[in-house]
């Protein structure tokens, strides 16, 4: 099927109805991945502690840290602080670790550096002991300063990749060209540090899984229909591939759209991007106009899969549903809620893979182009 008019005019309706959200809400807040706002954020916050440390010092009284807790760890189910001081042996290990850290973050934000978590650890093995003191100083330094983690210029390697019409420098002043990638590249180590971000894409489509990214990217869906950029974060996505799914949408303001299984996991996955985490969140990973283009449950009668390519729904898969329709967002979205009771309803659930059972090609050649002509999404 080749792409027409109607493939793109269903786009074009899309995403003018998230820049009508954008001018009238403001849903997309350009400090939150505005590097310059972010560092500014992170010194001040830096310089704020130390103030504080030096005039609880100066006054002789014993110093306190403010750490905010997040939603999740507060039983009352509000924010609540954690208070970290010197008063006590677990506690005082726990300042000092905060400072150090701390420490670190301003002389890496002052001097425009990036490093990354691996790499601290090991220089700093001897403090941090674990990798999990190392995630959890850094947690508690991002409440502390109210700044995003990436705030904190402590960088991961991700796993997801990205494919199709993109450019941008490194904060190493390196150049890359996405477009001349056969099988896509790995999301960059520092999507904060990204400058000169460039794209002729006109929509963006997350991927699930990596097989399925491969095959539309051997395909060269991304150019037949296109241009566009693709990314997948290989199941579910950390926060590199979140930052850049959010970034680029917050930069391009073209449409989103993503494809994953039709079970409760692919469901999860979809809301993430769209909605946030259950757990903590950051501002500038969440993109609130994402559509889910499938493969939906509803999806599912009109395929005539054979019998075996539907699996039947597992306990631990209902109990999934029903937290997702419990999610205090995708509560109030009807037509999220209505996948999920219709995928309650029916006890089954498919792979993208099952598609093939209809032909080898039809996910490519029907199934993507179909749904995008025919509008054929969840908001």
């Known amino acids: 099927m080749a792409v027409n008019q109607e493939f793109w005019r269903e786009l074009e309706k899309l995403n003018q109805l998230f820049l009508r959200d954008y001018e009238l809400y403001g849903h997309v807040d350009t400090s939150i991945i505005n590097a310059e706002d972010i560092d500014r954020a992170t010194k001040e916050g830096c310089e704020?502690?130390?103030?504080?440390?030096?005039?609880?010092?100066?006054?002789?009284?014993?110093?306190?840290?403010?750490?905010?807790?997040?939603?999740r760890s507060d039983g009352a189910g509000g924010v609540g602080e954690s208070l970290v001081t010197v008063g006590a042996p677990r506690s005082s290990r726990r300042f000092s670790v905060l400072l150090f850290s701390l420490a670190q973050a301003f002389r890496h934000v002052a001097s425009g550096t990036f490093s990354t978590r691996r790499d601290v650890f090991y220089e700093n093995v001897w403090l941090y002991g674990t990798q999990s003191t190392l995630d959890r100083a850094a947690e508690d330094l991002s409440r502390l300063l109210g700044v995003?983690?990436?705030?904190?210029?402590?960088?991961?390697?991700?796993?997801?990749?990205?494919?199709?019409?993109?450019?941008?420098t490194t904060h190493d002043g390196t150049t890359i060209d996405v477009s001349q990638a056969q099988q896509g590249m790995l999301v960059p180590e520092c999507v904060q540090g990204l400058s000169g971000v460039a794209s002729e894409a006109r929509y963006i489509l997350v991927v699930e899984k990596d097989a399925t990214f491969q095959k539309l990217v051997e395909a060269q869906f991304h150019r037949?229909?296109?241009?566009?950029?693709?990314?997948?974060?290989?199941?579910?996505?950390?926060?590199?591939?979140?930052?850049?799914?959010?970034?680029?949408?917050?930069?391009?303001?073209?449409?989103?759209?993503?494809?994953?299984?039709?079970?409760?996991?692919?469901?999860?996955?979809?809301?993430?991007?769209?909605?946030?985490?259950?757990?903590?969140?950051?501002?500038?990973?969440?993109?609130?106009?994402?559509?889910?283009?499938?493969?939906l449950p509803s999806d599912l009668p009109a395929l005539q899969l054979p019998a075996h390519a539907l699996l039947p729904l597992t306990p631990t898969d209902h109990g999934?549903?029903?937290?997702?329709?419990?999610?205090?967002?995708?509560?109030?979205c009807p037509a999220w809620l209505q996948q999920i009771h219709d995928q309650q309803k029916s006890g089954y659930k498919a792979e993208i893979q099952s598609l093939t059972h209809i032909a080898q090609d039809y996910l490519t050649s029907f199934y993507i182009p179909t749904k995008i002509r025919q509008g054929g999404w969840i908001t």
Not at 54 to 65: F, I, M, N, R, Y
């Open 48 to 71: 704020r502690v130390v103030e504080s440390v030096v005039a609880s010092l100066t006054s002789g009284e014993c110093p306190v840290l403010r750490v905010p807790r997040s939603h």
């Open 320 to 332: 999934k549903l029903a937290t997702l329709a419990a999610h205090p967002l995708v509560s109030k």
């Open 224 to 295: 037949s229909f296109g241009p566009a950029v693709f990314i997948t974060g290989k199941g579910y996505p950390d926060l590199l591939t979140r930052q850049l799914v959010f970034r680029l949408w917050a930069e391009l303001r073209v449409p989103v759209l993503a494809l994953t299984d039709a079970d409760p996991y692919g469901l999860h996955i979809a809301a993430i991007y769209k909605f946030g985490s259950l757990a903590r969140e950051e501002p500038g990973l969440a993109v609130p106009s994402l559509a889910w283009l499938g493969v």
């Open 148 to 168: 995003p983690r990436r705030g904190l210029h402590l960088t991961a390697t991700g796993k997801g990749l990205v494919a199709g019409s993109l450019a941008y």
